[in-house]
């Protein structure tokens, strides 16, 4: 928890934009009640979206958010749902082929009733009454009982949440989400346009590799990701008293969480550094968005980022910059420099909406032109800094208004009476939005980003993925494809370009690391090692559980940003000592992976100071040369048995669909006794006895035929268990990392030699059933 605060704290700090209520016993009285009611989102999905967001900070994928400029009480419905939600899902299907890169998802939606007003009063016809605040406080009728501040309105807004998120769930899980339908629903955009023929060939190219992958067989009904999504939530956390009542505090981390809505944002009018918001927003540990505006300053700016995200956690602050069309180049590129120059990691995401506000014919408006120039400047101002453009957050709506002008079928200022629905500000209706991620999406080609990654919308976004679709195409009929790409591997590469979401898994590895010296020596083992990063697609982290890394009674995760080498043998090689293996640890996965744990009733902790033991970086230094993905460390127990260990690896089952490789490190067969006189007489080839190759084959076919209940109790069923392992420390890794693959493993044997005679090498991978 941030230090000196509470969910309450803000209550001692200046507060802006909050309402007057005439009534505090009531006040309070509904915030005690809110304070009682069921969360209406988990920290378990917040920490999540702060993970997809590291994702997009780290260049590796797009923000989309949108919805409702402010959320009524009467336009609530499961229709306008429905409408925003396929909206939503088409433009996303865009973005993502064209940035080859997977979109995060984010609605403003199921909590965004309140806003903030640049007056505290509004005067109609010699008449003045308090502005209309959003549905939550009080109403948008021009009278004066409507517009006094009601508490009982928070009640309301907090069921309508707990709907609108109900029927949310529903259509992201439950099927509505099928990439075949929004393939469709977007096909039908292109074809009613009147700029069909600029969207066709982008169009074209999605239909081209949607039948492809039908004819290598992964579609809806084989792999789900084809059939949901990840659907979150934000809002502006304006009322505060709201905010407070929906804290809480999470029972696997001890941290606060705001249970109202998944991201919540400050706005341009309350990031005071001192105020309430600020220390509202600083202390719970959601994904947070910062609006800056034209009178953002850098060295403010980092002030503040330094209040909300201390830790400098990818993924915890995303900027949202709202400066016009035409102040983007004047206001941007002194707060990126300042953010790179003091090495902050945050999104950065551009709202083209609130800047672009006029009044025509007494209607506040939003020019569709003048909307898109600020989203491109975003872009050419981002290429031109050499940092990532991170996403777009615009008003929008499913329904077919007339409140921006402009567009494709243009809206002129005499049709916005037509349909003119918001109770704020103006929103792109349905096929405004999505023209606006084509031409997002056509933007010309302007180089890469960093790191070699796919710049992303506005900056080549198309020329990437038919590459990617011949590579994958010639694979699967070509022998001189990848080896052994299956429709499985497939899928995996598709979901790393952004097709595919989530539940097409990286396998897991159990590797048997053997002497230290396979580093510097030549066995087939070595060999092995040296090919096995080829085989697979690149993970973003690797998380490694050792049998050189022990803890009794709790799992330790090292959490050090920069671990050191541990050379933890002697008799060996100067050589070997001297070398050190310098990849980066990953402190905020690693707290990720203790909440994981302790949640699974594992007790856990971060264990500070803990390098890579010869466990890790032996294997890895082969496998994995560069260095340049983040390694983590999790402990054994070398009192528990096999059955511990498995569930240990069913806790971190989650990692492998986060991209992050679990490896079980280890050794098939473990008795140093015989091994040891041999490796020093230089008798690596020496003659395998008889009671190694059976231990050996009977462990290959009980992992072959996923035989898990004869694994575990293999003290007792394997032959020669003793001789082979005389203590169990080195043969759990393989339980590890059997577990962390599915409830129900498929085993590949990738490797299998044998080093001095008693020593056997075998390699495994396991993965879900496809």
Same mark, same amino acid.
């Given at each position: 928890?941030?230090?000196?605060?509470?969910?309450?704290?803000?209550?001692?700090?200046?507060?802006?934009?909050?309402?007057?209520?005439?009534?505090?016993?009531?006040?309070?009285?509904?915030?005690?009640?809110?304070?009682?009611?069921?969360?209406?989102?988990?920290?378990?999905?917040?920490?999540?979206?702060?993970?997809?967001?590291?994702?997009?900070?780290?260049?590796?994928?797009?923000?989309?958010?949108?919805?409702?400029?402010?959320?009524?009480?009467?336009?609530?419905?499961?229709?306008?749902?429905?409408?925003?939600?396929?909206?939503?899902?088409?433009?996303?299907?865009?973005?993502?082929?064209?940035?080859?890169?997977?979109?995060?998802?984010?609605?403003?939606?199921?909590?965004?009733?309140?806003?903030?007003?640049?007056?505290?009063?509004?005067?109609?016809?010699?008449?003045?009454?308090?502005?209309?605040?959003?549905?939550?406080?009080?109403?948008?009728?021009?009278?004066?009982?409507?517009?006094?501040?009601?508490?009982?309105?928070?009640?309301?807004?907090?069921?309508?949440?707990?709907?609108?998120?109900?029927?949310?769930?529903?259509?992201?899980?439950?099927?509505?989400?099928?990439?075949?339908?929004?393939?469709?629903?977007?096909?039908?955009?292109?074809?009613?346009?009147?700029?069909?023929?600029?969207?066709?060939?982008?169009?074209?190219?999605?239909?081209?590799?949607?039948?492809?992958?039908?004819?290598?067989?992964?579609?809806?009904?084989?792999?789900?990701?084809?059939?949901?999504?990840?659907?979150?939530?934000?809002?502006?956390?304006?009322?505060?008293?709201?905010?407070?009542?929906?804290?809480?505090?999470?029972?696997?981390?001890?941290?606060?969480?705001?249970?109202?809505?998944?991201?919540?944002?400050?706005?341009?009018?309350?990031?005071?550094?001192?105020?309430?918001?600020?220390?509202?927003?600083?202390?719970?540990?959601?994904?947070?968005?910062?609006?800056?505006?034209?009178?953002?300053?850098?060295?403010?700016?980092?002030?503040?980022?330094?209040?909300?995200?201390?830790?400098?956690?990818?993924?915890?602050?995303?900027?949202?910059?709202?400066?016009?069309?035409?102040?983007?180049?004047?206001?941007?590129?002194?707060?990126?420099?300042?953010?790179?120059?003091?090495?902050?990691?945050?999104?950065?995401?551009?709202?083209?909406?609130?800047?672009?506000?006029?009044?025509?014919?007494?209607?506040?408006?939003?020019?569709?032109?003048?909307?898109?120039?600020?989203?491109?400047?975003?872009?050419?101002?981002?290429?031109?800094?050499?940092?990532?453009?991170?996403?777009?957050?615009?008003?929008?709506?499913?329904?077919?208004?007339?409140?921006?002008?402009?567009?494709?079928?243009?809206?002129?200022?005499?049709?916005?009476?037509?349909?003119?629905?918001?109770?704020?500000?103006?929103?792109?209706?349905?096929?405004?939005?999505?023209?606006?991620?084509?031409?997002?999406?056509?933007?010309?080609?302007?180089?890469?980003?960093?790191?070699?990654?796919?710049?992303?919308?506005?900056?080549?976004?198309?020329?990437?993925?038919?590459?990617?679709?011949?590579?994958?195409?010639?694979?699967?009929?070509?022998?001189?494809?990848?080896?052994?790409?299956?429709?499985?591997?497939?899928?995996?590469?598709?979901?790393?370009?952004?097709?595919?979401?989530?539940?097409?898994?990286?396998?897991?590895?159990?590797?048997?690391?053997?002497?230290?010296?396979?580093?510097?020596?030549?066995?087939?083992?070595?060999?092995?090692?040296?090919?096995?990063?080829?085989?697979?697609?690149?993970?973003?982290?690797?998380?490694?559980?050792?049998?050189?890394?022990?803890?009794?009674?709790?799992?330790?995760?090292?959490?050090?940003?920069?671990?050191?080498?541990?050379?933890?043998?002697?008799?060996?090689?100067?050589?070997?000592?001297?070398?050190?293996?310098?990849? &980066?640890? !990953?402190?905020? =996965?690693?707290?990720?992976? +203790? %909440?994981?744990?302790?949640? *699974?009733?594992? @007790?856990? $902790?971060?264990?500070?100071?803990?390098?890579?033991?010869?466990?890790?970086?032996?294997?890895?230094?082969?496998?994995?040369?560069?260095?340049?993905?983040?390694?983590?460390?999790?402990?054994?127990?070398?009192?528990?048995?096999?059955?511990?260990?498995?569930?240990?690896?069913?806790?971190?089952?989650?990692?492998?669909?986060?991209?992050?490789?679990?490896?079980?490190?280890?050794?098939?067969?473990?008795?140093?006794?015989?091994?040891?006189?041999?490796?020093?007489?230089?008798?690596?080839?020496?003659?395998?006895?008889?009671?190694?190759?059976?231990?050996?084959?009977?462990?290959?076919?009980?992992?072959?035929?996923?035989?898990?209940?004869?694994?575990?109790?293999?003290?007792?069923?394997?032959?020669?268990?003793?001789?082979?392992? &005389?203590? !169990?420390?080195? =043969?759990?890794?393989?339980? +590890? %990392?059997?577990?962390?693959? *599915?409830?129900? @493993?498929? $085993?590949?044997?990738?490797?299998?030699?044998?080093?001095?005679?008693?020593?056997?090498?075998?390699?495994?991978?396991?993965?879900?059933?496809?």
């Amino acid at each position: 928890m941030a230090k000196d605060w509470t969910p309450s704290s803000w209550r001692a700090k200046p507060v802006m934009q909050m309402p007057d209520y005439p009534d505090p016993a009531t006040l309070a009285e509904t915030e005690k009640r809110l304070a009682s009611f069921p969360p209406l989102v988990f920290a378990g999905e917040a920490r999540k979206l702060t993970r997809s967001l590291a994702e997009v900070a780290d260049g590796r994928a797009f923000l989309l958010q949108g919805g409702d400029c402010a959320e009524s009480f009467a336009e609530h419905g499961a229709d306008n749902i429905r409408d925003f939600f396929r909206a939503f899902l088409q433009m996303a299907i865009v973005l993502t082929f064209a940035g080859a890169q997977p979109v995060v998802k984010i609605g403003r939606i199921a909590g965004q009733f309140a806003k903030p007003r640049s007056s505290g009063s509004e005067t109609k016809n010699g008449e003045t009454l308090p502005a209309y605040r959003g549905d939550i406080v009080n109403g948008i009728e021009f009278d004066a009982a409507s517009r006094i501040p009601n508490p009982e309105r928070q009640i309301m807004a907090y069921r309508q949440s707990a709907a609108t998120l109900n029927l949310l769930r529903a259509f992201a899980q439950g099927g509505y989400a099928n990439l075949d339908n929004v393939h469709q629903w977007m096909l039908g955009f292109v074809a009613g346009s009147p700029e069909a023929d600029r969207y066709r060939a982008l169009a074209d190219k999605i239909s081209e590799t949607m039948a492809f992958m039908r004819a290598i067989g992964i579609d809806a009904e084989n792999h789900p990701s084809l059939r949901e999504t990840d659907f979150f939530t934000s809002h502006e956390a304006l009322l505060l008293g709201y905010e407070e009542a929906m804290t809480r505090v999470d029972s696997t981390s001890g941290d606060w969480y705001a249970t109202s809505g998944h991201m919540i944002w400050i706005g341009d009018r309350t990031r005071q550094l001192d105020h309430a918001h600020v220390e509202f927003c600083r202390g719970i540990k959601n994904p947070l968005g910062l609006k800056c505006g034209p009178t953002s300053e850098p060295d403010e700016l980092i002030r503040l980022i330094d209040r909300l995200n201390p830790e400098n956690k990818a993924g915890r602050l995303t900027l949202i910059t709202r400066f016009g069309h035409e102040r983007v180049e004047e206001c941007l590129p002194k707060l990126i420099r300042a953010v790179e120059r003091e090495g902050r990691k945050v999104v950065w995401s551009c709202d083209p909406m609130h800047g672009n506000t006029i009044t025509l014919n007494s209607y506040k408006t939003r020019p569709f032109e003048r909307i898109l120039a600020e989203v491109q400047a975003f872009f050419a101002v981002h290429r031109a800094e050499g940092t990532h453009p991170g996403g777009i957050h615009i008003e929008m709506t499913g329904k077919d208004v007339t409140e921006c002008t402009g567009g494709a079928r243009p809206i002129l200022a005499e049709d916005l009476s037509d349909r003119y629905h918001t109770h704020c500000d103006p929103r792109l209706n349905a096929n405004q939005a999505l023209e606006l991620a084509f031409l997002v999406a056509e933007a010309p080609e302007e180089g890469a980003c960093r790191d070699g990654a796919s710049e992303g919308p506005g900056g080549g976004l198309t020329a990437s993925r038919p590459a990617t679709v011949r590579l994958l195409r010639r694979s699967v009929n070509d022998a001189s494809g990848p080896a052994g790409l299956t429709s499985r591997s497939v899928a995996i590469i598709l979901r790393r370009t952004g097709f595919i979401e989530g539940s097409v898994m990286l396998p897991t590895l159990f590797i048997s690391h053997g002497s230290p010296d396979i580093a510097i020596a030549e066995t087939p083992a070595t060999a092995f090692l040296r090919q096995l990063a080829g085989t697979m697609p690149r993970p973003r982290a690797i998380v490694v559980a050792s049998a050189h890394f022990e803890a009794d009674g709790r799992v330790l995760v090292s959490g050090d940003a920069k671990p050191e080498t541990i050379h933890d043998f002697g008799g060996f090689a100067r050589q070997l000592h001297a070398m050190r293996y310098p990849a &980066p640890g !990953d402190p905020a =996965l690693a707290s990720d992976i +203790v %909440a994981e744990l302790t949640s *699974a009733g594992l @007790p856990a $902790a971060v264990a500070n100071g803990r390098g890579f033991d010869h466990g890790a970086w032996v294997p890895l230094i082969l496998s994995f040369p560069a260095a340049d993905i983040p390694v983590i460390e999790v402990s054994i127990d070398p009192a528990r048995d096999a059955a511990y260990h498995y569930g240990l690896g069913r806790a971190l089952s989650g990692l492998p669909r986060r991209d992050v490789l679990v490896i079980g490190s280890g050794s098939f067969t473990h008795n140093l006794r015989e091994a040891f006189p041999r490796l020093r007489a230089g008798e690596r080839s020496a003659e395998v006895p008889a009671w190694v190759e059976d231990f050996a084959r009977w462990m290959s076919g009980r992992l072959e035929a996923g035989d898990v209940e004869a694994l575990l109790d293999y003290r007792r069923q394997a032959p020669h268990a003793t001789e082979n392992h &005389p203590t !169990d420390e080195h =043969l759990m890794p393989l339980y +590890v %990392a059997l577990g962390a693959a *599915a409830e129900a @493993p498929v $085993a590949a044997m990738l490797h299998q030699s044998r080093d001095c005679g008693v020593l056997a090498m075998e390699a495994f991978a396991f993965s879900e059933a496809a």
